[in-house]
């Protein structure tokens, strides 16, 4: 940062699915700023990037320094989260510009966007469209994403909270499943999160310690599904074990690409029914094998699990808001501070950072080695790399049973502008 | 007890649907057996009274003292649990008179059957038969309900520690749709366990402090389902918070008597669709409104967590298995330890015991007074009962991220009869 550079504002903005963990960046982010004498206030949009884009701002000082520290411990998105992806800057370069006329109304010269591969992208365009407009905007990324496909950083935060979650019920599910095997149900099938890459699913594996343990089959996005090898695999499980508990991703599919998922049911009206690979993952197996079965879908509660988040994924999520800041005042532009693993055993991590232009729009899947052969579970190396992303609890305070999430006020800032319709 | 009465042992046995804290209770037999000088070994049942039938007797003296120990932070049923309801003694006459030989083979002269209404009611026969064949047992019942509904108790052991997770659960994903309700999901359904009783689905109200808050609709089994009344307010939620978090009891059922979740959906192939209200009631809502939903099935996760376990509802498992025992030893037979409220604020509880010729086969309900008048959420009454329930954190020991759960060894006891066909 140059010296005597004027003071100019932030605005933070969180974008897409929320994970558990995304508050504790905005923790990071208010916090690290706060502590700069380059940066005034810190502005937080209404729903994310749509806050922007209609002036509803949060002027972030208005909230105690409790509620700003509570936001470390608080799941999803405090200030609000958006699916609302800008396109491309020919057919929506309206919205670009509002964007800057926002921020050269409120005397914001740094833009942290915290999201996954979309919001890279739009973090990019708005600091390449700031120069070409004479205003230029330090637009620097925070990773966020439950899915950990970003690429260029070891891992994402929120994804390992919910690989904790998922590693944690699996294995309790188990000893359920197991304890009533003989007289009731002996097939179990979770259905979990990844709609493209089968990191989530593959951290069930770290229920149990190899192919003799829970979970007996995962099913991952990266292998295609063969229905007779899999019903086998069940058949030899319950045959061996007395049971089978199966966790499968939300993105599991046919060798065409169609995801299980859809499964073309109807419901009475003959209207399509709605997915969940669960329910048709556990149907097949009634099908062919009559098992008993249980079936759980765990959806939101697994992103949002503040309760059994990991440490260091808690960690890692202040950390990246911090550098992300702290990169900005220093004049690095268009980046994303990224998580860089130094060794496994023990844990050593460190943050880097990568220029947006590489991280947007990419995605990382599970790597071939990190799969078993037989497809339905993970490797040694695959936990070597899982194991450390869910260490360490970090468990919230608690009030009459429950945990005390922060709340913010949510206090706008003066609009300075007319309307514009998102 | 009389003195210089001879030493028996003890059988232990888990019963139904497991819990959180079912091995907790088995921790509270144990540990309080071996400090009477009354009973000799406690023997486990392998998968329950199955292993009675079967003479497959667990010597849980060939267990750590650790082991035993760790029972009480490890969940579902350590020694294996069955659903196996032994019938009258008319139909059945030749199994209750296996379980006496085997106890006779065995000098078992104390029955502990953890379980619920079921249970009791083949303790009661147990005791009768003994004393009818000249081989008294004396036999105590442990209460073990997820489902809470055993009559004259206030609460039973399991409950608790649903209820927690649930309401945990609730107000997670609650702040998760309120983050993105602006731009993506509008309504979300929690599916949760309670086929007769809507305990468990009650337990959700506590998530938030009123009909302001979320949950903003529970669909309780005890309230006949009224589908436009139940779609106006759910339009009338997203009308006034933007969203709508809804959380369903499986046992939520149409004015006749049917399930909701007999939804009569097909498969593809004309096959009966597999149940699951949650995804039955998000598609009336998709139907009716058009709003883009997400649901979630918790089904064996909730009853599994020994993770966010109630401290309460562990610290009552325990007392209500040492409190078997004591009664036992006192000669108190045909009876069950139960959970006497004294105060709710502050929450002051006893242990008392009941007749199991009271207890067999009944089921309470969630009572008129603790539902609202609208049907859809719980009054402050039943707040006040619930709210102790849930209170306290019991966290299991961790390792590498991951809860560690002791594991029996399981060591059998040298069979003296012959095969028994189960």
Redesign the interface.
């Known amino acids: 940062m140059k010296k005597n550079a004027p003071v100019r504002n932030a605005f933070y903005a ?1 974008s897409g ?2 994970s ?1 963990v995304i508050n504790a960046s905005a923790c990071g982010v208010i916090e690290t700023a706060l502590r700069s004498k380059h940066i005034g206030k810190v502005y937080a949009g209404r ?2 990037i ?1 806050g922007a884009l209609t002036e509803d701002l949060i002027d972030t000082t208005r909230e105690s320094a409790a509620t700003i520290r509570g936001l470390k411990h ?11 992806k800008l396109k491309g800057l020919e057919q929506n370069r309206a919205e670009y510009e509002r964007l800057i006329e926002v921020f050269r109304a409120h005397n914001i010269g740094y833009f942290f966007y915290n999201g996954g591969n979309d919001s890279m992208d739009t973090a990019l365009k708005v600091s390449q469209l700031g120069a070409s407009l004479g205003y230029p905007v330090t637009c620097v990324g925070v990773p966020k994403t439950v899915d950990n496909d970003l690429p260029h950083t070891d891992c994402c935060p929120g994804f390992g909270s919910v690989a ?1 979650y998922v ?3 699996t ?3 188990s ?6 095997a ?3 149900t002996k097939v ?1 099938v ?1 259905e979990v999160m990844g709609r493209h890459a089968g990191w989530i699913a593959a951290a069930a594996g ?2 149990g310690r190899g192919p003799e343990e829970t979970p007996h089959i995962i099913l991952l996005p990266e292998v295609p599904f063969e229905q007779q090898k899999f019903l086998d695999r069940v058949r030899q499980c319950v045959t061996d074990h007395g049971y089978c508990v199966i966790v499968v991703s939300e993105g599991a599919a046919w060798a065409d690409g169609r995801f299980l998922a859809d ?6 009206f003959g ?1 399509t ?2 997915g ?1 690979v ?2 048709v993952v ?2 097949m197996v ?2 062919a094998h009559g098992y008993k079965y ?8 697994q ?6 988040a ?1 440490r260091v994924d808690v960690e890692q999520a202040y950390a990246v808001g911090k550098a992300a800041v702290e990169l900005a005042v220093r004049g690095v532009n268009a980046v994303m501070p990224t998580i860089v693993r130094k060794s496994s055993k023990p844990y050593r991590w460190t943050i880097g950072h990568a220029p947006l232009s590489e991280v947007a729009n990419k995605e990382k899947k599970l790597p071939p080695d990190f799969i078993r052969t037989d497809g339905f579970g993970i490797t040694a190396k695959c936990r070597r790399y899982l ?1 450390p992303l ?4 970090s ?1 919230p305070p ?1 009030r ?4 005390q ?1 922060a709340r913010i006020r949510g206090v706008r800032v003066r609009r300075k502008l007319g309307d514009f319709k998102v």
């Open positions: 969180q699915g929320v558990a729903d994310g749509v608080t799941p999803a998105g405090a200030f609000g989260s958006a699916r609302f904790k590693a944690v019920s294995r309790e599910a000893l359920d499943v197991a304890s009533m003989r007289t009731s179990f979770l770290l229920a499964a073309g049911t109807r419901d009475a209207h029914q709605l969940g669960g329910p556990a149907n009634r099908e249980h079936w759980a879908v765990a959806d939101y509660l992103r949002a699990a503040r309760h059994i990991s194991e869910i260490a360490g609890e468990y608690y009459n049973g429950l945990p999430y």
